[in-house]
């Protein structure tokens, strides 16, 4: 049977598979050879469906692997920002969605506490006006845009990321997720160990569409890995214009005949985002593994 992986705990690991729940163990042969399974990881596995166990025999290519929390195979991140109370922080924003980028993981804007309307919102909407990603304005504690949010994540792995206080956990119950897999029943086994850690969880929340249940990029430092020209190309809305620089290893800061800045000048960039990334290109080209 093939399933994916929704909870690892004390070396079992949890297998949903159409709407069932089975406890599986890794082959031994997988600890010969280093492998350590990961929630999200789509498996092989043999089942006995009697006892709802089974046996992990493959696992199939990861599309990535977040290291905190370990998942893999994330597809989008929703990077949620209040606009008040903390408000936002752009230049944390763009370094989110760049962190997403590099990874493979689609980044999905998301400003929560609309219900405060402080304006802040036209200010978010002005800045990422011109940047491909979606945008969503909603309120975690009045259910606005909730509905819409959650009728986007169709398919695939989603995460939440943002600082402390934007309301990602309100978000993930308003989601109507506070409970979800309290999966006891369906094995001794599986609640002797229940009320000791937290693990990490994936939410079944739709046909092979699961939400992290706690949030990743814990991190909010840009990826170490993310050199400039890395950097030049997770500001995706400037990439239309970047082709036409004068060099092509143009990074768009004193680079004369540079149609980014152009572009910029013309009101085709937003400011706020070529300024953020200006700072961000300092940052990396201060890193000593550079140049
Ligand atoms: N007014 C308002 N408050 C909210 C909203 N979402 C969350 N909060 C409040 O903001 C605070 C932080 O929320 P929380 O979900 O714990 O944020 P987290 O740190 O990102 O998980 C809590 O006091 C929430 O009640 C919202 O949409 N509107
Ligand atoms: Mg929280
Ligand atoms: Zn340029």
């Known amino acids: 049977m093939q399933g994916r992986i929704i909870k690892a705990m004390a070396g079992f690991y949890h297998v949903y598979s159409e709407k069932e729940i089975y406890l599986t163990k890794p082959r031994g042969l997988f600890r010969l050879e280093n492998i350590t399974p990961a929630v999200g990881d789509m498996v092989d596995f043999e089942a006995d469906p009697l006892h709802m166990e089974g046996t992990i025999v493959s696992i199939h290519e990861r599309e990535n692997l977040l290291i905190r929390p370990r998942v893999s195979n994330v597809t989008m991140a929703l990077l949620v920002f209040s606009l008040i109370d903390p408000m936002p922080d752009y230049l944390l924003l763009d370094k989110l969605i760049c962190n997403a980028l590099w990874q493979g993981i689609e980044p999905h804007l998301v400003f929560n506490k609309c219900d405060l309307r402080y304006g802040e919102e036209e200010v978010a909407k002005t800045i990422y006006s011109l940047t491909p990603h979606e945008k969503h304005f909603v309120s975690a504690q009045t259910g606005e845009g909730i509905?819409?949010?959650?009728?986007?994540?169709?398919?695939?792995?989603?995460?939440?990321?943002?600082?402390?206080?934007?309301?990602?956990?309100?978000?993930?119950?308003?989601?109507?997720?506070?409970?979800?897999?309290?999966?006891?029943?369906?094995?001794?086994?599986?609640?002797?160990?229940?009320?000791?850690?937290?693990?990490?969880?994936?939410?079944?929340?739709?046909?092979?569409?699961?939400?992290?249940?706690?949030?990743?990029?814990?991190?909010?430092?840009?990826?170490?890995?993310?050199?400039?020209?890395?950097?030049?190309?997770?500001?995706?809305?400037?990439?239309?214009?970047?082709?036409?620089?004068?060099?092509?290893?143009?990074?768009?800061?004193?680079?004369?005949?540079?149609?980014?800045?152009?572009?910029?000048?013309?009101?085709?960039?937003?400011?706020?985002?070529?300024?953020?990334?200006?700072?961000?290109?300092?940052?990396?080209?201060?890193?000593?593994?550079?140049?």
Not at 175 to 193: A, P, Q, W, Y
Not at 268 to 285: A, F, H, S
């Open 147 to 291: 509905e819409e949010l959650r009728a986007s994540l169709v398919g695939g792995i989603h995460v939440v990321a943002g600082p402390s206080g934007s309301g990602k956990s309100s978000l993930l119950n308003a989601f109507g997720m506070e409970k979800t897999l309290e999966v006891g029943e369906i094995s001794s086994k599986l609640r002797r160990g229940k009320h000791t850690t937290r693990h990490v969880q994936l939410l079944p929340i739709g046909e092979d569409t699961f939400i992290v249940d706690t949030p990743g990029f814990t991190n909010l430092e840009l990826d170490e890995k993310i050199d400039p020209l890395i950097l030049r190309e997770c500001f995706e809305e400037f990439l239309p214009f970047a082709h036409k620089c004068r060099y092509d290893n143009c990074l768009h800061g004193p680079e004369p005949q540079c149609a980014v800045k152009e572009a910029l000048a013309q009101g085709l960039i937003r400011p706020e985002r070529y300024e953020n990334y200006l700072i961000l290109l300092d940052q990396v080209k201060e890193r000593k593994d550079y140049q």
